[in-house]
């Protein structure tokens, strides 16, 4: 059965920072790997998607890496901004794509 | 124009009533899922359709039922409520499930039963 983990839980750093985002899965046979943020009360936002055959994928300041056999993968966030602040949640899709197995999240606040 | 639409935005109702949900994409995907966000926000799939048909039931109670009229919508129709129920309930869809492409959610749909 796979499991994603996300570490740390909540974290809270101050504006301008460089940080990574730690997402850890125990099976290996994924169809791709996705980052989401989802702001309080709203729906998630599709921030990165990574193919399986992929190791990393870049949109703005966000990157994203994937280490198929280790099973992690780490969204990197540069020069973080007050408006970054959010849950941000990785999802690994299995058995065909058909479902999103997610982690449950990790809380980033960004201090002004 | 949103791309996944969820109708209502927040359902308040008793146990024991039946109530549905209506998700909605004007993307062209062919795949459409609804998943359960629960009170620790741990989000869980519950249904797979792909061009009308089901794909995946993941284990869910069959008083909830979905039905997909036409690729673009799926609606989840609840029975007899339970206050267990009472959670987020997002739809998404993708272009197809071969793994090439992105879910995008709807806003969701918070559900209280008291």
């Known amino acids: 059965k796979q499991e994603v983990t996300q570490i740390p839980a909540a974290l809270s750093v101050p504006e301008g920072e460089n940080l990574v985002l730690n997402c850890s899965f125990t099976?290996?046979?994924?169809?791709?790997l996705q980052w989401f943020r989802q702001d309080p009360g709203k729906g998630l936002t599709s921030l990165l998607l990574i193919q399986s055959s992929q190791r990393e994928q870049t949109s703005g300041r966000l990157n994203a890496s994937l280490d198929k056999s280790s099973g992690r993968s780490t969204l990197y966030i540069a020069a973080s901004q007050p408006g970054d602040s959010a849950t941000y949640l990785c999802a690994v899709a299995i058995q065909g794509a058909q479902k999103l197995v997610f982690g449950q999240g990790t809380r980033l606040t960004i201090n002004p | 124009d949103t791309a996944v639409s969820q109708t209502p935005k927040y359902l308040v109702t008793q146990m024991g009533n039946d109530k549905s949900i209506k998700c909605e994409q004007n993307?062209?995907?062919?795949?459409m899922y609804w998943y359960k966000q629960d009170s620790k926000k741990f989000l869980k799939i519950m249904f797979s359709y792909n061009n009308k048909e089901l794909i995946i039931n993941e284990t869910v109670p069959n008083r909830f039922s979905p039905k997909s009229p036409d690729k673009a919508h799926l609606n989840l129709h609840i029975n007899s409520l339970e206050l267990g129920d009472s959670a987020v309930y997002f739809c998404?869809?993708?272009?197809?499930?071969?793994?090439?492409?992105?879910?995008?959610f709807g806003p969701g749909t918070r559900l209280t039963v008291t």
């Open positions: 998404a869809s993708s272009q197809d499930f071969s793994g090439n492409y992105e879910q995008y």
């Open positions: 993307l062209g995907h062919d795949t």
């Open positions: 099976d290996s046979a994924i169809y791709n």
